[in-house]
């Protein structure tokens, strides 16, 4: 039983260039979440999403990131005209969406250096 | 707003020692409380919950009881291991909200044998 699946797991961008990350959820999870963690520090909330909606985006920057979970394939974090100060550790985590039900789990990351 | 305190770190135990790793926390709403554990690149890994006061969520030896009174998660183990070093992660999420983690800091734990 596969977990959260997230790729690539280390990306390298120029100042400038597109960051791509992806998440695929654990099988039969309909709810994704990407958190991000600046060195030395915890996680902080970005976005959640369902199948083809954004849910809530209120812990995301408001210019040059965009996430969306489409019917088919992955969950994609999209960071356009990356800078310095994006490199850090993305995680996704997935949830079954079941009333009730508020445990997340947590994909091994995408760490993004910008040089 | 929603928020957890941890204990700082880093905290650094001999073998056999006995933790505890403080967490209290302000919530607009019913929070339940999740201690979440992080080895080294890896991702965070759930290591145990509790969902209303007085519960106590328990797995490999760690305990944590949910106490309204005093708004406290503290995370406890009575004998460490050294394959417990890692960063541990107090957090919590609202009933009725959507659903988002919050997270503490984080707290360095160093087992030494």
């Known amino acids: 039983n596969a977990g959260v699946m997230q790729n690539p797991r280390h990306l390298v961008r120029r100042r400038g260039q597109e960051a791509r990350l992806r998440c695929s959820p654990m099988k039969g999870h309909s709810h994704v979440y990407w958190y991000r963690q600046l060195p030395e520090e915890g996680l902080k909330f970005m976005v959640y999403l369902q199948k083809e909606n954004i849910i809530d985006e209120s812990g995301m920057p408001k210019e040059r990131f965009s996430a969306e979970f489409p019917k088919e394939g992955p969950s994609i974090l999209r960071i356009q005209q990356v800078v310095r100060g994006d490199s850090a550790a993305y995680f996704c985590?997935?949830?079954?969406?079941?009333?009730?039900?508020?445990?997340?789990?947590f994909g091994p990351g995408t760490r993004l250096t910008v040089t | 707003g929603d928020s957890v305190t941890q204990m700082e770190g880093p905290v650094t135990l001999s073998e056999e020692a006995f933790l505890t790793i403080n967490c209290t926390y302000t919530a607009t709403g019913y929070p339940s409380l999740f201690w979440y554990v992080q080895y080294p690149g890896e991702g965070l890994q759930l290591l145990l919950k509790?969902?209303?006061?007085?519960d106590k969520g328990s797995n490999k030896g760690f305990e944590a009881t949910y106490r309204k009174e005093t708004t406290s998660f503290h995370l406890e183990k009575g004998s460490v291991q050294v394959s417990d070093s890692a960063v541990y992660f107090c957090a919590l999420t609202v009933s009725g909200s959507a659903r988002q983690l919050t997270f503490g800091s984080g707290t360095q734990l160093t087992v030494l044998p």
């Open positions: 985590a997935s949830s079954p969406g079941d009333p009730g039900s508020y445990e997340q789990y």
């Open positions: 509790a969902t209303k006061a007085d």
